[in-house]
């Protein structure tokens, strides 16, 4: 077995709450608390939660455009968060975002070109004279043309800002993208072309992706594997169609269900969820879902699920299923 | 929304809708159709949706309905609205204020920015009931929790004195909800009112809405993109694309046999969770959603429709019945067969 590119190991990350006269750290928002996965070289992993669950926040800190509080993101075997500025340089060449408004993701003042161009000069990739052209290939390679070169974002539809935004972040050649809700702000009918995109990119440059969605029908369309989070932890990761035909725990199936299906008539059989996702500041004791969940007993405020394996590849963290 | 038991009784449709069209005066010179011709009409108890994309007319046809167009640059230009056999296009602003809140009720798609931030929600409420009711301030604070209770918040009467950032967007959208029907309107207008929201709320209201339509009775013309939404909840769609309805007919109909490509192209792009299919590559509909300052000549999808031919370039297609109550804005729907979806 090969080493995953990404090891995810514990990762925790608390905003501080200040407070009182002298703005002392009061309390903590724990966005993530305790995330471990692993993605390996070609994978497409979906990241899926209601809001408020940590996912984007996981996103951002493997990144490091959010510092890590705890524990540790290992990158081709090397824990990015320890690294220092510029050791951190090389690798945010490797590692790039697709960010979800493709309104406010681009630099209005600036002409596509340089947008384009500004990366491969930061990370001095290829002689300045062949710049152009590889500006003009990466549109090429995302469905626009050369002369898009010289406009500026508003002169775009949203669709083509996103391919503007994933250009963006294909022009340092990265290994492993973050895209977080890249078609989530999009037209239903445009949704479909960005998807295409992707699945295309994938396909023609191996790519390593972290999609973090909450449409889970674009998810599950997209991804080999999913991990399901519920206020900063886990629940649950199995592979896309594992997890479908066979979801394991209590959150997961009442997600799932609670998905409407676009046929009349048709309706899945609803686990109807009570309330709202709670505050992350005073999160619940032992397992976080145990306040909406059909299923909780009193073992449930005792104890932290761990995630244990419920079959090949398909982990959960539940202490009542098996 | 969808019930067992047949379909409401026709008659006098609650809500007429004929022949609308919008105009926006953006500058002296320009001015665009935001809607333009629509016609559609809702039976008490019945759910139509009116489906489209950001651009397609489909908000602007319930600001029109609710007579909320921005003043100055947005007006009525044509066609008509009635309520009840009552035309409503023509009355003043105070004549208005009578219709909403008490004939036709609106939920809004953001509660955060169209709930007022410095009342309690209690008030807000109230407020609405004092002015079509009569009623006191202390009986309208009463009614108040008492619809905050109907659409399940706990605790409503500590809930009534919250001030909209002390609630949770759920929350927040059921006491939007509540006001809506604090008067017990006979038309609910919906816009959107569950995409900024999560799933597992979304369930929650689609529940909520079709409980209270069955115990009030109420018609509900419900503004969405998302075609699951559609198949839950709607009785009746409606289609729109460049600010026209390109195709209307009964739920079932629709999603079996949709006649317009537009229609068919938004079926088939979505990724449907679950099913077998959702691994082989989407059908996406190429091009984009047309600006309503450049629309093209002839039928208003064709630059994007793969069926299109020569006449669909010049000549714009009317509306036009293909029986059963199916209306298809297509020349070409009496040739083309787009696949009929299976049910799967």
Same mark, same amino acid.
């Given at each position: 077995?090969?080493?995953?590119?990404?090891?995810?190991?514990?990762?925790?990350?608390?905003?501080?709450?200040? $407070?009182?006269?002298?703005?002392?750290?009061?309390?903590?928002?724990?966005?993530?608390?305790?995330?471990?996965?692993?993605?390996?070289?070609?994978?497409?992993?979906?990241?899926?939660?209601?809001?408020?669950?940590?996912?984007?926040?996981?996103?951002?800190?493997?990144?490091?455009?959010?510092?890590?509080?705890?524990?540790?993101?290992?990158?081709?075997?090397?824990?990015?968060?320890? #690294?220092?500025?510029?050791?951190?340089?090389?690798?945010?060449?490797?590692?790039?975002?697709?960010?979800?408004?493709?309104?406010?993701?681009?630099?209005?003042?600036?002409?596509?070109?340089?947008?384009?161009?500004? =990366?491969?000069?930061?990370?001095?990739?290829?002689?300045?004279?062949?710049?152009?052209?590889?500006?003009?290939?990466?549109?090429?390679?995302?469905?626009?043309?050369?002369?898009?070169?010289?406009?500026?974002?508003?002169?775009?539809?949203?669709?083509?800002?996103?391919?503007?935004?994933?250009?963006?972040?294909?022009?340092?050649?990265?290994?492993?993208?973050?895209?977080?809700? =890249?078609?989530?702000?999009?037209?239903?009918?445009?949704?479909?072309?960005?998807?295409?995109?992707?699945?295309? #990119?994938?396909?023609?440059?191996?790519?390593?992706?972290?999609?973090?969605?909450?449409?889970?029908?674009?998810?599950?369309?997209?991804?080999?594997?999913?991990?399901?989070?519920?206020?900063?932890?886990?629940?649950?990761?199995?592979?896309?169609?594992?997890?479908?035909?066979?979801?394991?725990?209590?959150?997961?199936?009442?997600?799932?269900?609670?998905?409407?299906?676009?046929?009349?008539?048709?309706?899945?059989?609803?686990?109807?969820?009570?309330?709202?996702?709670?505050?992350?500041?005073?999160?619940?004791?032992?397992?976080?879902?145990?306040?909406?969940?059909?299923?909780?007993?009193?073992?449930?405020?005792?104890?932290?699920?761990?995630?244990?394996?419920?079959?090949?590849?398909?982990?959960?963290?539940?202490?009542?299923?098996? | 929304?969808?019930?067992?038991?047949?379909?409401?009784?026709?008659?006098?449709?609650?809500?007429?809708?004929?022949?609308?069209?919008?105009?926006?005066?953006?500058?002296?010179?320009?001015?665009?159709?935001?809607?333009?011709?629509?016609?559609?009409?809702?039976?008490? $108890?019945?759910?139509?949706?009116?489906?489209?994309?950001?651009?397609?007319?489909?908000?602007?046809?319930?600001?029109?309905?609710?007579?909320?167009?921005?003043?100055?640059?947005?007006?009525?230009?044509?066609?008509?609205?009635?309520?009840?056999?009552?035309?409503?296009?023509?009355?003043?602003?105070?004549?208005?204020?009578?219709?909403?809140?008490?004939?036709?009720?609106?939920?809004?798609?953001?509660?955060?920015?169209?709930?007022?931030?410095?009342?309690?929600?209690?008030?807000?409420?109230?407020?609405?009931?004092?002015?079509?009711?009569?009623?006191?301030?202390?009986?309208?604070?009463?009614?108040?929790?008492?619809?905050?209770?109907?659409?399940?918040?706990?605790?409503?009467?500590?809930?009534?004195?919250?001030?909209?950032?002390?609630?949770?967007?759920?929350?927040?959208?059921?006491?939007?909800?509540?006001?809506?029907?604090?008067?017990?309107?006979?038309?609910?207008?919906?816009?959107?009112?569950?995409?900024?929201?999560?799933?597992?709320?979304?369930?929650?209201?689609?529940?909520?809405?079709?409980?209270?339509?069955?115990?009030?009775?109420?018609?509900?013309?419900?503004?969405?993109?998302?075609?699951?939404?559609?198949?839950?909840?709607?009785?009746?769609?409606?289609?729109?694309?460049?600010?026209?309805?390109?195709?209307?007919?009964?739920?079932?109909?629709?999603?079996?046999?949709?006649?317009?490509?537009?229609?068919?192209?938004?079926?088939?792009?979505?990724?449907?969770?679950?099913?077998?299919?959702?691994?082989?590559?989407?059908?996406?509909?190429?091009?984009?959603?047309?600006?309503?300052?450049?629309?093209?000549?002839?039928?208003?999808?064709?630059?994007?429709?793969?069926?299109?031919?020569?006449?669909?370039?010049?000549?714009?297609?009317?509306?036009?019945?293909?029986?059963?109550?199916?209306?298809?804005?297509?020349?070409?729907?009496?040739?083309?067969?787009?696949?009929?979806?299976?049910?799967?």
């Amino acid at each position: 077995m090969t080493i995953p590119l990404l090891q995810v190991e514990n990762l925790r990350k608390y905003f501080p709450i200040h $407070g009182g006269v002298l703005q002392r750290v009061v309390n903590n928002v724990k966005a993530v608390d305790g995330v471990s996965f692993d993605i390996n070289a070609g994978e497409v992993v979906g990241l899926v939660g209601e809001s408020g669950s940590g996912k984007t926040t996981v996103g951002r800190t493997i990144l490091r455009l959010e510092d890590a509080t705890d524990g540790a993101v290992r990158f081709g075997g090397t824990d990015v968060i320890s #690294l220092g500025a510029s050791d951190m340089r090389a690798y945010r060449k490797r590692m790039q975002i697709i960010f979800q408004d493709p309104y406010a993701s681009l630099n209005p003042r600036e002409k596509v070109r340089d947008i384009l161009v500004h =990366p491969l000069k930061l990370h001095r990739i290829g002689h300045p004279s062949e710049h152009e052209d590889r500006a003009a290939a990466l549109l090429e390679k995302v469905g626009l043309s050369r002369d898009h070169l010289d406009r500026f974002p508003h002169e775009f539809s949203g669709g083509q800002r996103q391919r503007i935004g994933i250009a963006r972040a294909l022009a340092v050649e990265p290994e492993f993208i973050v895209a977080d809700e =890249p078609v989530s702000a999009l037209d239903v009918s445009i949704q479909a072309q960005v998807i295409n995109l992707l699945e295309d #990119l994938k396909s023609e440059l191996d790519l390593t992706m972290l999609f973090i969605a909450h449409d889970l029908g674009v998810v599950e369309h997209i991804c080999d594997r999913v991990i399901v989070m519920y206020l900063g932890r886990v629940m649950e990761i199995a592979s896309a169609s594992d997890l479908y035909a066979r979801p394991n725990h209590p959150y997961t199936k009442a997600l799932l269900s609670a998905v409407p299906i676009p046929e009349p008539g048709k309706r899945r059989k609803r686990v109807m969820l009570k309330g709202d996702i709670p505050s992350p500041i005073n999160p619940p004791s032992g397992c976080v879902f145990r306040t909406r969940c059909p299923m909780a007993t009193d073992e449930c405020a005792k104890v932290v699920p761990e995630l244990k394996s419920v079959g090949k590849g398909h982990t959960s963290a539940c202490i009542h299923t098996t | 929304m969808r019930h067992d038991n047949p379909a409401p009784s026709k008659g006098t449709p609650l809500l007429e809708v004929s022949e609308l069209q919008t105009t926006f005066d953006l500058s002296k010179k320009l001015s665009i159709q935001a809607v333009d011709g629509v016609s559609f009409k809702v039976h008490a $108890g019945e759910t139509l949706a009116i489906v489209g994309e950001s651009g397609s007319g489909k908000s602007v046809t319930s600001l029109s309905i609710m007579g909320l167009l921005p003043k100055d640059i947005g007006r009525v230009s044509a066609g008509s609205i009635k309520l009840d056999g009552r035309e409503i296009t023509q009355l003043s602003d105070n004549e208005m204020r009578e219709i909403r809140g008490k004939e036709i009720g609106m939920i809004f798609q953001e509660p955060m920015t169209s709930l007022n931030p410095v009342h309690t929600i209690g008030q807000q409420i109230a407020e609405m009931i004092i002015r079509h009711q009569n009623l006191s301030k202390a009986n309208a604070r009463a009614r108040a929790i008492e619809m905050l209770e109907l659409v399940g918040i706990s605790e409503p009467a500590t809930r009534v004195d919250n001030y909209p950032h002390e609630m949770s967007g759920g929350m927040r959208q059921r006491a939007m909800i509540a006001m809506a029907l604090a008067c017990e309107p006979r038309i609910l207008i919906a816009d959107e009112p569950t995409t900024a929201l999560d799933v597992t709320i979304q369930a929650q209201m689609l529940e909520l809405m079709q409980d209270l339509q069955d115990k009030l009775g109420m018609a509900i013309i419900f503004i969405t993109h998302d075609l699951g939404v559609v198949a839950e909840v709607a009785d009746r769609v409606v289609v729109m694309y460049g600010g026209q309805v390109v195709e209307t007919a009964s739920v079932e109909d629709i999603f079996r046999n949709p006649r317009m490509p537009y229609t068919a192209g938004l079926m088939n792009s979505i990724p449907r969770l679950g099913s077998s299919i959702s691994k082989k590559r989407l059908e996406a509909i190429p091009g984009t959603v047309p600006a309503l300052t450049s629309l093209p000549d002839g039928c208003r999808f064709h630059p994007r429709c793969a069926h299109a031919t020569s006449v669909c370039t010049t000549d714009l297609p009317v509306l036009e019945e293909a029986g059963d109550d199916h209306m298809i804005r297509c020349a070409r729907w009496r040739e083309l067969s787009l696949n009929e979806r299976q049910a799967s």
